[in-house]
């Protein structure tokens, strides 16, 4: 084991659905030039109970506790891991498929020394490589809007004290999705700042089947839940793209219209919700071929998902609507955790 050095006292929380990854980012956490972290938190999220055993780095095995987490997200994982963290001022949330730079831990310090008393956490660069050679495919394009993202728990770094006073992440979000800019968006709201740090964190595209852009309009349902809890304006706030929401739920109804009408005789209305349909789908398509490499592989699967998508994203949506307005009328919405708002930050 390699011996302390000095530096400040972090802990670093990982959690994890047992990916191959997580081996790579502890590796690569255990090989950083620098102080390391005083204790590591593996939260295995995985679901069921008879889970092989998950790989630690040897040189960070006896510092590192590996947890069972309820398999209830990524938000709910992290809460347990910076709680079990102890009472280290500060903790380090990395993702399980993130590579921490070869100078990371070195970085990290400087980081948090610059940090000042109200700085609440601190970000990281993120970086998303793409292949040479080749126009990256839609997927690509996706995972590279990471590197751009603000406050993403790929790499951040919190106070603790400020985790306690807004209490943590919101376990609502059940999805790696939003629950990054929900938790930043309440740390502002109590008077804490958030600051850019300069250490370095790799975060590769990982392997995804054609259906990953329509399983991603889950996320809809997030953003309800974010404009009831942070109102219309938190997309600027947040500095998030507002996506393609209101033309996919558009093109949905054109299409959901079209048989009924022509079922009653109203030929030129169905007609005309179908030519709309074809229309927004034929250019959704077209805007996610055109960047890409265009091999026959991505055209099938843009256009498969293009039409697939809309629908997808109105279900999610509206599924939203309906949750958030339950929670919204049951006592105590925020699962026992108070919401601090106006706690503020010891200068």
Known sequence: MRPRRDGPDYAVVVPTLGRPSLEVCLRALDAAAGPPPAAVV????????????LQVSPGLRARTTVVRGRAAGPAAARNIGWRLAGSVPWVVFLDDDVVPGPTWAADLAGDLAAAG???????????????????????????????????????????????????????????????????????LDAGWSLAA??????????????????????GNADDVLMTRLHGRHWWG?????????????????????????AAFGRRSAAAGCAALWLAGTAE????????????????TAMALTSAVIPPAATWHWLRGQVSTGVSRRCAGSRRGRPRRRNSRPRR
């Open 284 to 299: 959704f398509a077209w805007a996610r071929i055109a960047p890409g490499p265009r091999s026959r592989a991505e055209v």
């Open 117 to 187: 008393g109200g700085t609440a956490a601190v970000t990281a660069r993120i970086q998303v490589p793409l292949p040479e050679g080749r126009a990256a495919t839609d997927w690509e394009r996706n995972t590279a809007g990471l590197a751009t993202a603000r406050w993403i728990t790929a790499d951040m770094a919190y106070r603790t004290e400020a985790l306690r006073a807004v209490g943590g992440f919101d376990e609502r979000f059940r999805r790696a999705f939003r629950e990054d800019a929900d938790l930043a968006l309440r740390v």
């Open 42 to 53: 593996v939260v295995d999220d995985r679901p069921g109970d008879e889970c092989p055993p």
């Open 237 to 261: 706030r947040a500095g998030a793209p507002r996506g393609r929401l209101r033309r996919h739920v558009l093109i949905t109804a054109a299409a959901a219209a079209a048989l009924p009408l």
């Open 197 to 218: 740090g300069r250490r370095t964190t790799v975060h590769p595209v990982r392997p995804a089947g054609r259906w990953i852009s329509v399983r991603l309009q889950a």
